[in-house]
């Protein structure tokens, strides 16, 4: 890996970072993200100078505060910047200098995009996942899916035509079939809950994420993407009111004396409340969707093998 590339590649992805923080906070509120063009503090509104919107250094340097009112600035946008720098790294690390390393970099930056305002708002904006999803078909048109279309099509399906536009047509129907499996089982999900216990479970975001998940990855890194998220999501869910549960038994034996027996069973139905807590489930998603195009295939390989 070419040292001076490398470093470049990694403060380019830091400079959309600090473009992907605007995103973050802007398109939940429905605000322009190039109108007005400096961003501005969210407590005193005062414009930000060139000089204080330099990734990361002007964080560190302001101490995570503003220079004009001394509000403290989110550790999200430190986050954010350094996530994308990494992100852009490592698809250069594992891509190389190549299409691949683009089609990856751009759908991981609009899973971080994603992932953060979905863990601030619940919200996944259309402006991040649509355009997400018609870009993804299109890569898959010039970067070839690789999945389950490609790899068991070609001895069901023969083409008039040469290997190379045959294969370009199965990598677009994977990248439809991958949309459209996604989407469909996250929107039945979503129906059956809904129907079981009548709140809505899933919105209609989660459902346009999993089809822009499903149009970069295939198929098989779809299905992989569901599973694990839904696996991390409930360990998740779970260990939160496990440890809820701990915190607010200790609280109740200490300060209302009660016994371990009714502290604990009290501490159970405060956390009853839990279940109707809506979790950002786009998080999960979209973190095991960046783990799948960097892992995914080889640990799909790997478990076939234990089979």
Not at 4 to 23: E, P, R
Not at 203 to 220: E, Q, T, W
Not at 276 to 291: C, D, N
């Amino acid at each position: 890996m070419d040292p001076f590339l490398a470093t470049s590649i990694f403060a380019f992805g830091l400079i959309f970072g600090s473009f992907l923080n605007v995103c973050i906070y802007r398109l939940p509120r429905d605000l322009s993200v190039s109108d007005p063009p400096r961003s501005a503090c969210p407590h005193c509104q005062h414009r930000i100078a060139f000089y204080d919107n330099i990734p990361v250094l002007s964080w560190l340097i302001l101490r995570g505060k503003c220079r004009s009112c001394g509000a403290p600035i989110s550790v999200r946008y430190l986050l954010v910047e350094l996530l994308t720098g990494t992100l852009f790294l490592a698809c250069y690390w594992q891509f190389g200098f190549t299409l691949t390393a683009l089609k990856y970099t751009v759908f991981g930056f609009l899973l971080l995009g994603l992932i953060f305002t979905d863990a601030e708002t619940k919200l996944l904006p259309d402006k991040l996942t649509l355009p997400g999803l018609a870009l993804g078909l299109i890569f898959s048109l010039f970067v070839p899916v690789n999945d389950l279309a490609s790899q068991f099509l070609p001895g069901i399906v023969s083409l008039p035509v040469s290997s190379d536009i045959s294969l370009t047509i199965l990598s677009f129907v994977d990248s439809i079939l991958g949309a459209a499996v996604g989407a469909s089982f996250l929107y039945g999900v979503g129906a059956i809950y809904l129907r079981a216990r009548g709140i809505e479970g899933m919105g209609f975001g989660d459902v346009k994420l999993m089809a822009m998940i499903g149009a970069f990855l295939g198929v098989k890194l779809t299905i992989f993407t569901i599973f694990t998220a839904s696996i991390a999501g409930s360990l998740f869910g779970v260990s939160t009111m496990l440890v809820v549960w701990i915190k607010r038994t200790r609280r109740f034996v200490q300060r209302q004396h009660a016994s371990f027996s009714q502290a604990r069973n009290r501490a159970w139905q405060s956390v009853q409340a839990f279940r109707y807590f809506q979790m950002p489930f786009g998080v999960f998603l979209g973190s095991m969707a960046m783990l799948a195009f960097f892992v995914g295939n080889r640990f799909m390989q790997w478990y076939w093998r234990l089979l």
